[in-house]
């Protein structure tokens, strides 16, 4: 018997839960564009948008997914034929650099797996680049696949050990508005991000953070094509122009429902602790789970470089997939796949899921999410340690 009527949960890395205030800021006739209640509301959310980056420099946004801003962020700072250094920490940095070298520009990427990035080996890439061909740095701070988190402060610190002048360059997609960031305190130079993740926003807009070293990069690159063109959006003086056309008019209505939201009820500090309590709560779970069956693991070891956003574990071929089967049809929770940890003894990806804990969650949802999760390995013979809820249930008690 399916017990899996009631309102589903999402619980992929995106897009994630929306929320029925933001539905419902949506749930409207459409705007004039011209004069009125839509632009004079859009005037609110750039100092928002700022604050959810961390910076006071110029904010620019896209009808546009998250590739969208690799490519914004490509056409922007590079001419055909510069050099960007890229760290990979799973499939979404190597998705970068393809970006970036299918618009002709010259990738060199530091690939470390599914692991975190070793910022000695940042440094010494830099350092090697005696002749300062590389013009930026391109990291995820966390690569949604993996689910490793890149230390963005360190990476600054080894730039400047190498006293290398290449821009800093970072994809916040899975992790603005669920892991501290910092654009303008950690050095960073370029910020990216889209709706759909930690801001709750339908897909469907893409946002670019960039400070005056970014600015005066731009100047130079000739990738940039008027569509794409970050000056004239982070400038417009015409409502149209921000846009380059049309406006996203009701994902602006939805947008502005979840700043407020995030920053002036909830509160951005408050916002992170939460994603840090509900992530410690998953992470022991999977700890309790792994300690009675060792091919349960999650991917990062080390819990300094866990996205607070989404965690991937590995479960044994095949049973992450059985396990996602089950949750779905038998309970109505949608688990994330498994990206980019195939194997030639797991080609298909069945023994990794990941389990999102990103955006509109709450301690019923996580904990609700995990138990069905050991109800499914109960259920299909999967083997598992005792005591992940209690172990769960502990770290929101301790949190609350
Ligand atoms: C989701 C995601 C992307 C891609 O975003 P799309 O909206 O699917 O184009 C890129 N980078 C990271 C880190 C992501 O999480």
Known sequence: MTLANGRPYLAIPGPSVTPDRVLAAMHRAA??????ALPDMVETLWPDLRALAGTTGAVAAYIANGHGTWEAANANLFSRGDMAL??????????WAATARGAGIDVQVLDFGKAPADMGQVEAALRADTGRRIKAVLTTQVDTASTVKT???????????????????????ASLGCDEYRMDDWGVDVTVSASQKGLMVPPGMGFVWFNEKARAATAASDLRTPYWNWLSRA????????????????????????????????????????????????W???????????????????????????????????????????????????????????????????????????????????LGALAVMEAGMIALNIPHGAGGLAAAAGVVAGAA
Not at 248 to 268: A, K, Q, V, W, Y
Request: negative net charge; glycine residues 12%; proline residues 5%.
């Open 235 to 282: 400038d417009a003086g015409e409502f149209w122009q921000l846009w380059n056309g049309t406006a996203p008019t009701h994902h602006l209505f939805g947008l502005r429902e979840s700043l407020t939201m995030i920053l002036h009820e909830e509160g951005l500090a408050r916002v992170w602790a939460r994603h840090e309590a509900l992530a410690r709560a998953v």
């Open 284 to 366: 022991a779970a999977f700890d309790a789970w792994g300690a009675g069956n060792p091919a349960i693991a999650m991917n990062v070891a080390d819990p300094a470089y866990r996205a607070r956003a989404v965690t991937a574990a590995r479960f044994g071929a095949p049973h992450a997939t059985r396990l996602r089967g089950w949750t779905e049809k038998y309970a109505g929770v949608t688990l994330g796949v498994g990206l980019g940890m195939a194997t030639p003894e797991d080609p298909d990806c069945t023994g990794f899921l990941r389990v999102a804990h990103m955006g509109h969650v709450n301690a019923h949802m996580t």
């Open 31 to 36: 705007p004039n564009i011209y004069e009125g």
């Open 151 to 173: 230390d963005i402060p360190a990476l600054r610190a080894a730039l400047d050990a190498a006293g290398h002048p290449a821009l800093l360059v970072v994809d916040c997609i």
């Open 86 to 95: 890229v760290l990979a920490t799973g499939t979404f940095g190597h998705g």
